[in-house]
């Protein structure tokens, strides 16, 4: 039998998540545990560059990681196409090939991975009907394990092969690392209730908008008025409101939580127990809040 059909018709299975106990095995080699480097790599430990280059926004990059039991930084071996009769499911106008990769180094992974590892991609031709060439391209792959097959992945959505690049790289090792941290912020799921007091001046009050969470957290938006000032505004994680209290940072988890979750207009129900001067106050802080936190700046649509 031809050895490269013998790995594509290994990777067809994994499609069906029906993988033989033999398909495309290779040798026994030592795993990849995350944040290390394999000594046949030839290459030193590397330290997350920072993030002076473009390249894909971190709502995307938040969106892949979060989703991804595994992250790896790899290096792609070789590919294979796969006859559109023994891709199931494959879109129209797209092509499947299974990829081989060295694994270079494991961001996340909690039982590790044999340094070589395959995994099917769906991908688009170029405007001239070529396949894209991947082989010695450095890649980032967002994946889940294959039961029974511990050298093969599935990729968790159709773009979660990434060129590697230091901004990429830096972005989604920090976001791992953030989701992990005993002070990560919640998930946020809608918004609770409202409430305006006004100051003892014209122009003066205070807005608070209360957060619903995943995990029944506390989270509160203030926003505080004063004459002649611009309006001042923070979050807090917990029960009390104090001094520390202060708007997200930019590209941060408590930043993405907020600017991808948090609807466009403050909902009816939510003032609903305000008068009427109170709940237009309310309304126009909370569209203050959305322009200070500025676009979420999704662009995947898988």
């Given at each position: 039998?031809?050895?490269?059909?013998?790995?594509?018709?290994?990777?067809?299975?994994?499609?069906?998540?029906?993988?033989?106990?033999d398909?495309?095995?290779?040798?026994?080699?030592?795993?990849?545990?995350?944040?290390?480097?394999?000594?046949?790599t030839?290459?030193?430990?590397?330290?997350?560059?920072?993030?002076?280059?473009?390249?894909?926004?971190?709502?995307?990059?938040?969106?892949l990681?979060?989703?991804?039991p595994?992250?790896?930084?790899?290096?792609?071996?070789?590919?294979?196409?796969?006859?559109?009769?023994?891709?199931?499911?494959?879109?129209?106008?797209?092509?499947?090939?299974?990829?081989?990769?060295?694994?270079?180094?494991l961001?996340?992974?909690?039982?590790?991975?044999?340094?070589?590892?395959?995994?099917?991609?769906?991908?688009?031709?170029?405007?001239?009907?070529?396949?894209?060439?991947?082989?010695?391209?450095?890649?980032?792959?967002?994946?889940?394990?294959?039961?029974?097959?511990v050298n093969?992945?599935?990729?968790?959505?159709?773009?979660?092969?990434?060129?590697?690049?230091?901004?990429?790289d830096?972005?989604?090792?920090?976001?791992?690392?953030?989701?992990?941290?005993?002070?990560?912020?919640p998930v946020?799921?809608?918004?609770?209730?409202a409430?305006h007091?006004?100051?003892?001046?014209?122009?003066?009050?205070?807005?608070?908008?209360?957060?619903?969470?995943?995990?029944?957290?506390?989270?509160?938006?203030?926003?505080?008025?004063?004459?002649?000032?611009?309006?001042?505004?923070?979050?807090?994680?917990?029960?009390?409101?104090?001094?520390?209290a202060?708007p997200?940072?930019?590209?941060?988890?408590?930043?993405?939580?907020?600017?991808?979750a948090?609807?466009?207009?403050?909902?009816?129900?939510?003032?609903?127990?305000?008068?009427?001067?109170?709940?237009?106050?309310?309304r126009?802080?909370?569209?203050?809040?959305?322009?200070?936190?500025?676009?979420c700046?999704?662009?995947?649509?898988?």
């Amino acid at each position: 039998m031809n050895p490269l059909f013998h790995v594509t018709a290994s990777a067809l299975a994994i499609a069906l998540v029906a993988l033989p106990a033999d398909a495309g095995r290779v040798p026994p080699q030592p795993q990849v545990s995350p944040g290390t480097t394999p000594v046949t790599t030839g290459q030193a430990p590397r330290e997350a560059p920072p993030e002076t280059q473009g390249g894909i926004g971190y709502a995307d990059i938040a969106d892949l990681v979060l989703s991804a039991p595994i992250i790896a930084d790899a290096t792609v071996r070789s590919t294979a196409k796969i006859k559109p009769a023994e891709a199931p499911n494959l879109a129209p106008g797209l092509v499947r090939l299974y990829v081989e990769v060295d694994v270079t180094a494991l961001i996340r992974g909690a039982d590790g991975l044999p340094p070589r590892i395959g995994y099917l991609l769906d991908i688009a031709p170029d405007s001239a009907g070529k396949v894209p060439k991947f082989k010695k391209a450095r890649v980032l792959i967002f994946a889940r394990p294959v039961a029974g097959a511990v050298n093969q992945v599935q990729l968790i959505a159709p773009d979660a092969q990434l060129d590697w690049t230091p901004t990429a790289d830096a972005r989604a090792r920090k976001i791992a690392n953030d989701a992990l941290a005993s002070d990560a912020p919640p998930v946020i799921t809608g918004i609770g209730n409202a409430f305006h007091v006004a100051g003892a001046l014209p122009g003066e009050g205070e807005t608070q908008i209360f957060l619903t969470t995943a995990d029944q957290r506390p989270v509160s938006l203030s926003v505080l008025r004063r004459p002649g000032e611009q309006p001042r505004w923070a979050v807090a994680l917990s029960e009390i409101v104090d001094e520390s209290a202060a708007p997200p940072a930019p590209e941060t988890l408590l930043w993405y939580r907020m600017a991808c979750a948090l609807p466009a207009t403050l909902p009816e129900r939510s003032t609903g127990s305000l008068e009427a001067a109170d709940a237009t106050i309310a309304r126009e802080d909370y569209a203050f809040v959305l322009a200070a936190l500025g676009p979420c700046g999704r662009t995947r649509k898988s």
